[in-house]
């Protein structure tokens, strides 16, 4: 039989329903691909092996009873700033050594109601706070597709672990290109969902206004399948918003032609410094969409550029409080002081990691009395203007096809003691978090060096289904998905 | 943002963020963010006087929730949590009232 | 030189909601230590706020009450700081778009009627429960998170007596408008107040110092007191007045420094992104209105003028809620507004206080009382036994109608039995009889004393009278 931990959430949902194999078939598979390849990846914290097989018994028993649930048996791995009942939730933090987590995030309920399989932990950096994973306190995670390069992050160990079939799919959060980048990075398909789209009731806090859970998995129908799975209003979160989630998996159909179809490309996207290989790679899908009957406009986003300077400024403000909370009081690490101050002060010290402190101070500077207006309501002002952008650009066409990131995933070390050079790699993503809505990436070639190249397609407002689309149509007309690292 | 440009005191501003910085640390990080400073200063060339700022990217209003009584936690898993306690409270250092 | 004080208040009431301002654990006052709570205000990773619909219909009805303008456009903001009794490190509150603006309270002080205004109202989120032990300093996060709203007063007061009378009046109005108990002693009522003091006549205030957190009135009176000598003796001695925090030593009966100026906290306040604003509708706020009690002001009114009841039993009556909604309550059973009103504020009150109970507890309900006044109206008791009759009601309970026969208490009007009492009487005593005749007509009380002593209180005194005149002038 074909090695399970290879196959994709559609193929093994047929084998299961087929009878042809059971979860616990695939949970062994996986585990045994865990064995094997983990040594050299490094992608997960916390493996929960009996858990696992418990769950995907109790899933073959009620597949036997006749339960059709959509992840009924697929084992998921979870980044680990999701909250689930009974288990650690670090954030690749020390500063949350200790906690156990007393509830479960709202997506891990609607994972446990789809029947998926929770497998464990993976890997991030700290509180989403990297593009590497190198910002990491509890360990380190390579990208598959070379083991001295980075997998990318925040959520390097949810696309590493997809990449290295540990996984057959995984959770990750996307705060200024967390799901996307590393998805590009090790050659997986990444959904940053709209703004709203998906409970955060659970998801460890970076920046509120920007945070959004999504899938990180082999395929665009897998994306499509776990999205929909995890979407919908949620009486938790106040952000939440009540909009009709459609059969995205269902809805996804073998039809690869995007006849009728507008897609925009927005000349400020290639921007200079821009890798050649990774240039050539999105053009070159650019063409393929327009071989598959898109029209190609030419779109502008004036603003965009704009995005790294207001996405430092609202993201590490908010941060500044949303981290607040981790004091030594209640849960986690704590450093004991002659007062309470002095408890705060060599706890944060103790517990933050150097880049997590580094946003924390950032974050309270703009916002400390003499400087809100300068720096936050500014922020706030430009990211209006963002957003404007995108709303005219889509009045144009259905969707927008760019690069994800710069350049492909570069050496472990390379841009570590460097933050200013590290945020600019997100100037392709954070205008997406800034302005709400939604976007996927999707392997769409390899550099010289074998790294792999993603294409970003970005989507209106609750628009997750033409993206979907536009991902399959080129997914399944080209190979570039079909491709595995050596490791595996 | 004129008076942006005499940068950050990375010391004050830790402070204020209850961290305690080494002085290597703050060193690092007061180049390191007078860097992230002088760059974000480009926001200054944008004229957005009557520009509505945004707090949230898709708003929505009145999320309210009915005024009734739910499940609390466990009290022996919030005590668990908690690094140090005493008959059922959570033990800090003495708070001298500032 | 003369000088004159400048007071504003800040008063936190926490709100009557069964949950949490922005979760669902309930709020219980002295349940077990962090029993109630939850990892939304424990501060947990991932947890959210969810505003609770009825705090703010309270606190717009508290608006209201207050003649305030209801904001139609609301938001959240985070007020950061660290400290113990605050789970997130920091505040959900409403910094530059309160939910209630402007408002005003009219008082009586020392019989000058004072209006005093409001600034704003603003919904915010308790603190924890800090109790400090040897060496270390527990916390109760039961607490953490109620709803409390906070009255921000302008600097319109300019003594101790306006601030007690401007409180009073605050906490009189929630209590009638079921916003809130406003109980001091469980903390459901605090206030900060802002002290400053100038010479007469100067423009600009003097530099203001914030007292925190007081919740007793005699407390706050105290330390206003204090405050407005501390500050002209400062003046006077050519000294200036610091802008400070200062904290009230009751105990010593005097304010101690807390945070100079310099050190005040930086809040870094900022849009809360996990809440969404709030929207009033102006269709809203008319259903509110339509929906609020009587207020105190109201219904003095109303007893002075359809019940025809004097001012001062009017004020006595209308001070309280509950002895109010009484009297109210005793007045569907009977027409006679001054003898209810005269039995509460002579037995009602005297006994509820010696038995130190609610006048809810009594066991004269209402009703028993409308038929003691039934009985003593119709000449079946007099007056005194009347009182006798709901004081014994008041302690055993019981019937009033069954008490008069059980103790043989009817009053006796037929003239067989008061004469034979009448003529013992003017045998007994002829001196008063003599006087009586003599001019002294003040004497026939005593003989009519005598009578009443004689029929155990029994005789009806108009039909003794009577008698009496009849024999001593015939
Ligand atoms: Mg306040
Ligand atoms: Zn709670």
Request: proline share 4%.
């Amino acid at each position: 039989m074909a090695e399970l931990h290879k196959l994709t959430i559609a193929e093994l949902s047929e084998l299961m329903a087929a009878g042809k194999c059971t979860s616990v078939d695939i949970v062994t598979d996986v585990l045994a691909s865990i064995d094997a390849t983990e040594g050299k990846v490094g992608a997960y914290l916390t493996i929960d092996r009996e858990g696992a097989l418990a769950q995907a018994k109790a899933s073959d028993e009620a597949r036997a009873a006749g339960s059709t649930l959509p992840m009924l048996g697929v084992p998921i791995a979870i980044k680990d700033l999701l909250n689930v009942k009974g288990q650690p939730c670090t954030c690749s933090s020390k500063i949350l050594e200790g906690y156990i987590a007393p509830y479960d995030a709202t997506v891990i309920s609607k994972l446990r109601e789809a029947g998926a399989v929770l497998l464990g932990r993976v890997n991030m950096d700290e509180f989403a706070m990297g593009s590497s994973t190198e910002n990491a306190a509890l360990g380190q995670t390579s990208n598959p597709w070379n083991l001295e390069h980075v997998p990318g992050g925040s959520s390097g160990g949810s696309a590493a672990c997809v990449a290295a079939d540990e996984a057959i799919a995984s959770l990750g959060s996307d705060t200024g290109g967390s799901i996307r980048q590393p998805a590009a990075f090790c050659g997986c398909v990444g959904v940053k969902p709209t703004y709203g789209r998906v409970s955060r009731y659970g998801l460890t806090a970076f920046a509120s206004s920007l945070d959004q859970i999504g899938p990180i998995t082999k395929t665009v129908k897998d994306s499509a399948i776990l999205l929909e799975a995890i979407c919908g209003l949620d009486k938790n979160d106040s952000s939440s918003i009540d909009a009709e989630v459609p059969a995205f998996g269902k809805n996804l159909s073998d039809d690869t032609s995007l006849a009728g179809m507008k897609l925009g490309l927005p000349k400020e996207y290639f921007v200079d410094g821009m890798d050649p290989d990774v240039e050539k790679a999105v053009r070159d899908a650019v063409e393929h969409c327009k071989s598959l009957g898109a029209e190609i406009v030419d779109v502008t986003l004036p603003n965009a550029k704009y995005a790294i300077a207001v996405y430092y400024i609202i993201a590490t403000a908010e941060a500044s409080a949303n981290l607040a909370r981790f004091d030594g009081i209640r849960y986690g690490m704590r450093l004991d002081g002659r007062d309470p101050a002095e408890l705060y002060g060599k706890t944060r010290a103790a517990g933050f990691g150097p880049e997590v402190k580094r946003r924390i101070i950032l974050g309270t500077y703009v916002l400390s009395s003499g400087y809100y207006d300068a720096y936050y309501k500014k922020a706030q002002k430009v990211r209006t203007l963002i957003r404007n952008d995108f709303t005219e650009a889509f009045k144009q066409c259905d969707a927008i096809l760019a690069p994800v990131t710069p350049t492909p995933a570069y050496k472990r070390g390379e841009k570590a003691d460097d933050p200013l050079k590290m945020y600019l790699d997100d100037i392709l993503t954070t205008p997406v978090n800034l302005a709400g809505n939604c976007a996927l990436s999707v392997p769409c070639g390899f550099s010289a060096t074998g790294m792999p190249i993603g294409l970003q397609i970005i989507g209106d407002d609750f628009q997750e289904e033409t993206i979907l689309k536009v991902g399959h149509a080129y997914e399944q007309t080209t190979e570039w998905h079909t491709r595995k690292p050596e490791i595996v | 943002m004129s008076e942006v440009n005499q940068g950050m005191d990375v010391g004050y501003v830790a402070k204020l963020a209850c961290i305690d910085l080494t002085d290597k640390e703050k060193e690092l990080f007061q180049g390191q963010l007078d860097q992230v400073l002088h760059y974000v200063e480009q926001l200054n060339e944008l004229d957005v006087a009557d520009v509505e700022p945004t707090a949230h990217a898709i708003p929505v209003y009145n999320i309210l929730r009915k005024d009734e009584v739910g499940m609390s936690l466990d009290h022996a898993a919030v005590m668990n949590n908690a690094p140090s306690s005493i008959d059922g409270q959570i033990r800090v250092p003495k708070i001298i009232d500032q | 030189m003369k000088y004159e004080a400048t007071i504003g208040l800040e008063t936190h009431i926490m709100q009557k909601t069964n949950s949490k301002m922005f979760c669902s654990c309930k709020y219980e006052y002295g349940a077990a230590p962090n029993t109630h709570v939850c990892p939304t205000c424990l501060g947990y990773p991932g947890a959210l706020p969810v505003m609770n619909e009825k705090a703010i219909e309270l606190i717009c009805k508290a608006g209201l009450l207050l003649g305030c303008e209801i904001n139609p456009n609301s938001k959240w903001d985070r007020k950061n700081y660290f400290y113990p009794d605050m789970a997130k490190n920091y505040q959900i509150t409403q910094a530059d778009q309160p939910i209630c603006l402007g408002g005003e309270v009219t008082v009586e002080v020392e019989g000058e009627v004072k209006t005093f205004t409001l600034e704003r109202i603003h919904q915010e989120e308790n603190a924890a429960k800090n109790t400090h032990a040897a060496g270390a300093s527990l916390v109760d996060y039961n607490r953490a998170g109620t709803a409390l709203m906070e009255i921000v007063s302008n600097p319109c007061m300019h003594s101790a007596a306006d601030a007690l009378a401007y409180m009073t009046a605050v906490k009189q109005i929630m209590r009638y408008g079921g916003i809130s108990d406003c109980d001091q002693e469980k903390g459901q009522m605090r206030s900060d107040v802002n002290v400053s003091v100038r010479p007469v006549g100067q423009k600009e205030l003097g530099s203001k110092v914030e007292i925190k957190n007081m919740n007793s009135f005699a407390f706050i009176q105290d330390a206003i007191e204090y405050e407005i000598n501390r500050q002209i003796s400062v003046l006077e001695s050519g000294g200036t007045v610091d802008q400070e925090t200062r904290g009230y030593n009751p105990d010593r009966g005097e304010t101690f420094i807390q945070r100079t100026k310099e050190d005040a906290h930086d809040y870094r306040y900022f849009p809360e992104p996990d809440l969404m604003p709030v929207k009033v509708s102006a269709e809203q706020v008319e259903q509110w209105r339509s929906e609020l009690p009587e207020l105190p002001s109201q219904r003095r009114a109303r007893y002075i003028s359809d019940l025809e009841l004097p001012e001062y039993d009017a004020g006595i009556l209308t001070a309280d809620k509950d002895v109010s909604d009484w009297f109210d309550e005793a007045m569907k059973y009977t027409k006679n507004a001054k003898a209810v009103s005269n039995f509460i504020m002579g037995e009602m009150m005297r006994l509820i206080s010696e038995q130190d109970i609610e006048i809810s507890e009594s066991k004269v309900t209402p009703e028993k009382l409308a038929e003691i006044i039934a009985l003593i109206d119709s000449k079946t008791i007099s007056t005194s036994a009347g009182k006798q009759i709901f004081e014994m009601i008041f302690i055993d309970g019981g019937e009033p109608k069954k008490i008069i026969e059980e103790k043989g208490m009817a009053q006796v009007s037929d003239d067989s039995a008061l004469e034979g009492w009448a003529d013992e009487a003017i045998a007994n005593n002829p001196k008063s009889v003599d006087e009586y005749k003599s001019g002294k007509l003040g004497a026939i009380n005593f003989l009519m004393g005598q009578v009443m002593k004689a029929s155990k209180g029994k005789a009806n005194p108009g039909a003794v009278m009577q008698m009496l005149k009849s024999k001593l002038d015939g």
